[in-house]
């Protein structure tokens, strides 16, 4: 069930955010969040130019009450702000963002939910990325 800033499935409740602006050090809003899980959904597809690939990026985080959901979205948005990271949360719209999240094959199906990076291709990932 959903509802203005929430989405329900049987006693958990999630809220989803679509990420904007991703940076080097992003991964900082995950590094130990409080609470019952935070999920990120990578869509990574071809891109438009040759040799690049485009990535969008949605984060949903999953808690027991509404109380804990609100601590640990105050919290994920913090370190957001502190990463220079921008978070807009899908209000009213939490359907297609968590799609997003699930591994389907697929975004969330709404170009305007999505901010897509390009990336050259081979600075996808490095080495040293795949031995850690």
Do not use: F, K, N
């Not at 679509?18 to 900082?28: I, L, S």
């Not at 990271?85 to 969330?108: F, I």
């Amino acid at each position: 069930m959903e509802s203005v800033r929430t989405w329900r499935y049987g006693s958990r409740l999630h809220t989803v955010y679509a990420v904007h602006g991703w940076r080097d050090g992003a991964d900082a809003l995950l590094g130990a969040l409080p609470g019952r899980a935070a999920t990120v959904g990578l869509t990574v597809r071809r891109g438009a130019q040759r040799g690049t690939v485009e990535m969008a990026a949605h984060v949903r985080v999953t808690e027991s009450s509404a109380g804990q959901l609100t601590c640990t979205s105050d919290e994920l948005e913090h370190r957001a702000r502190a990463s220079r990271v921008d978070l807009v949360r899908l209000d009213r719209e939490q359907l297609p963002g968590m799609l997003a999240t699930l591994p389907l094959g697929q975004g969330p199906g709404r170009e305007r939910y999505v901010e897509w990076v390009r990336i050259p291709r081979q600075g996808l990932l490095s080495q040293g990325d795949v031995a850690r």
